[in-house]
């Protein structure tokens, strides 16, 4: 009976994860698109882009400056959230963002993850020792994470990790701010699989408990194990640029575990353009010789549009032959980084095309793995138990949406990523 019961609750456990099509790091047909900072000059809030199930990861672009007025970092999303038009926090230049709650909750709900991702070319950016890098990421985890504060940029909304865009200023101490946010999340010794085995196993494990509990009330005291909110696995990455090692990040990435780079192969050498400098297999043998965590995924980053980058751009057909060469002789690879929303969706969905491609030949070398259909998955994305919130909230969207549209888009990116 207990064994029975536990494994029933195991199963249903499982259910209630795929009903919201989870993220699973583990493939390698993921696509990660940067949002945030409006290289096209029509971005549109984040949940337009969370409509349909061809993106997975959006980190939003970006923290930075980790050191403004008040002590508090800065965040700027352009035309959809900055702090001359929304407004800061009292004695701060931090943005309240809290327009930008239901449409992060919106995506989150249909299965994405959004991170925050940090730095940027315009970064003012770094640490001068381990106790700086550790406070900021307890400010960073309180602001946009797990913790709590007075003031949350983007109110009860809960980030699904940070993402490290470093491109400026010292390299020194990312490893000791990695680590405090794994261990402010209880994640230290854990990967993405291994915390939802464990969180599988406490659930069953304390419902089992709790279902004897009448014939023991000594055991009603048994905690429960919240693992549907802020308990949940945070991911950390980074976007090293191609040349390796990269000059800001590449120290941490051997010092602390991060779950996957997205590496620029776009304004180097190295790029995509360059078929015979392109080193893709550096990285591979980096992920599994070299990087703390030897089971990191590593995406081939790519522009969005001729427009996105000054140089590595290559049509979806030409990314299609880099997936699946590496889909097939990389173990490492796990999909691949758009920059940005705008500049994809402006280019002929470039975002879509590179995902059909992607998810076509990763069926063909993985067929025993489930495999996913760009076009067609959108309703499962949508279905089941997200679709009440899901519905709820798009009502609300709309409203919004209607209102925003007044507010003139801004011209230029003043991060405009070269
Ligand atoms: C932040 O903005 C929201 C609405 O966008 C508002 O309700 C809230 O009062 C603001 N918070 C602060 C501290 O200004
Ligand atoms: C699951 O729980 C059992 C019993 O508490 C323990 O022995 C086992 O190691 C746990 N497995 C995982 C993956 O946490
Ligand atoms: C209840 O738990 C106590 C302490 O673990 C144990 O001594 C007792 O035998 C249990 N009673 C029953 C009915 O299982
Ligand atoms: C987690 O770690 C285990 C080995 O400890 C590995 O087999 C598994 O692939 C890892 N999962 C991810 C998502 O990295
Ligand atoms: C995805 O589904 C659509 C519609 O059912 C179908 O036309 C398309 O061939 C499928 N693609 C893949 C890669 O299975
Ligand atoms: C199947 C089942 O009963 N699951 C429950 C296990 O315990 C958690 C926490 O109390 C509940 O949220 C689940 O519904």
Redesign the pocket.
């Known amino acids: 009976m207990h064994a029975a019961f536990s494994f029933a609750c195991f199963i249903l456990g499982l259910g209630l994860l795929e009903r919201v099509a989870a993220f699973d790091l583990s493939r390698k047909d993921n696509l990660a698109v940067y949002w945030g900072q409006d290289s096209a000059g029509n971005q549109q809030r984040l949940s337009y882009y969370c409509k349909d199930s061809t993106v997975d990861t959006f980190p939003i672009a970006f923290l930075y400056i980790f050191r403004g007025t008040g002590g508090e970092p800065v965040i700027d999303f352009a035309n959809t959230c900055n702090q001359w038009d929304q407004g800061t926090f009292s004695g701060t230049d931090l943005a309240n963002c809290t327009i930008m709650a239901a449409d992060i909750k919106e995506c989150q709900a249909a299965g994405k993850l959004i991170t925050l991702s940090l730095g940027g070319a315009t970064g003012e950016v770094g640490f001068s020792s381990d106790s700086q890098a550790e406070g900021f990421a307890d400010q960073v985890w309180n602001l946009f994470l797990g913790g709590e504060s007075d003031i949350r940029p983007f109110g009860d909304a809960v980030l699904d990790g940070v993402d490290l865009d470093i491109e400026s200023g010292t390299p020194a101490h990312y490893a000791a701010f990695v680590n405090r946010i794994r261990s402010n999340a209880g994640i230290s010794n854990l990967n993405a699989t291994s915390f939802a085995l464990k969180a599988a196993n406490t659930t069953s494990h304390t419902n089992a408990t709790t279902h004897h509990a009448n ?2 009330k ?2 009603t005291t048994t905690p429960v194990i919240d693992v549907t909110n802020k308990n949940k696995y945070y991911y950390i990455t980074a976007a090293p640029q191609c040349p390796y090692p990269d000059a800001y990040i590449g120290a941490a990435l051997n010092e602390a575990p991060f779950d996957a780079v997205y590496v620029q192969f776009y304004n180097n050498y190295c790029g995509l353009d360059q078929p015979s400098e392109y080193n893709f297999a550096t990285w591979d043998n980096w992920a599994k010789t070299k990087s703390a965590n030897p089971d990191v995924k590593v995406y081939i980053g790519a522009p969005g549009s001729s427009d996105s980058a000054g140089e590595g751009y290559v049509s979806v057909s030409k990314l299609a032959s880099y997936v699946s060469d590496a889909q097939e002789k990389y173990s490492s690879f796990g999909g691949v980084m758009l920059w940005d929303a705008s500049t994809a969706y402006t280019n002929n969905r470039f975002d879509l095309g590179i995902k059909t491609a992607m998810v076509t030949s990763a069926a063909k070398f993985f067929p025993e793995e489930v495999s996913r259909n760009a076009t067609s998955t959108t309703s499962s994305a949508h279905s089941d138990a997200a679709d009440d919130s899901a519905a709820a909230s798009d009502e609300d969207c709309d409203e919004d949406a209607s209102a925003q549209a007044e507010v003139k888009p801004r011209v230029n990116s003043r991060f405009f990523r070269l």
């Open positions: 014939s023991n000594t055991k």
